[in-house]
């Protein structure tokens, strides 16, 4: 079918309403490249509710992948946004030195475990260069 049967002309007519899309366009059956998508996103969808709603893009590629499916990452990120569909993030890491809430108060109490050298014996002995 040429374009010209499907999307009638401005100069027609027989268009007595205005013309858009969804009134002039004849509905033709979805295209391959369409269907196909379809499916994917049907597939993500099964993925991500068996995995628990946990998944993100590249375990579902991943997922994808072992199945046989063969898509891009992007594909499967523009789906995955397209369901509204989200993996949890990782955890923050754990916060391993923790700064006293009294920090200030006790500082000339704490000992120097590694017993540096704060205070030089002479103003400019502790510079670089300058042995102590």
């Known amino acids: 079918m040429l374009p010209s049967e499907w999307w009638p002309s401005s100069a027609s007519p027989a268009l007595k309403s205005p013309r858009n899309a969804s009134s002039t366009q004849h509905h033709r059956p979805?295209?391959?490249?369409t269907l196909k998508r379809q499916q994917v996103a049907d597939q993500i969808g099964k993925?991500?509710?068996?995995?628990?709603?946990?998944?993100?893009?590249?375990r579902l590629h991943a997922e994808l992948t072992?199945?046989?499916?063969?898509?891009?990452?992007?594909?499967?990120w523009k789906i995955r946004?397209?369901?509204?569909?989200?993996?949890i993030q990782p955890r923050?890491?754990?916060?391993?030195?923790?700064?006293?809430?009294d920090a200030d108060a006790d500082a000339d109490e704490r000992?120097?475990?590694?017993?540096r050298k704060y205070t030089p014996p002479v103003a400019a002995a502790g510079s670089v260069g300058i042995p102590v």
């Open 30 to 33: 979805p295209s391959a490249r």
């Open 92 to 101: 923050a890491s754990q916060r391993t030195t923790i700064r006293a809430a």
């Open 47 to 58: 993925i991500w509710i068996d995995g628990r709603k946990i998944l993100g893009v590249r």
């Open 81 to 87: 946004q397209e369901l509204g569909i989200a993996g």
């Open 66 to 76: 072992l199945q046989g499916v063969t898509v891009s990452t992007g594909l499967v």
């Open 111 to 115: 000992r120097d475990l590694v017993k």
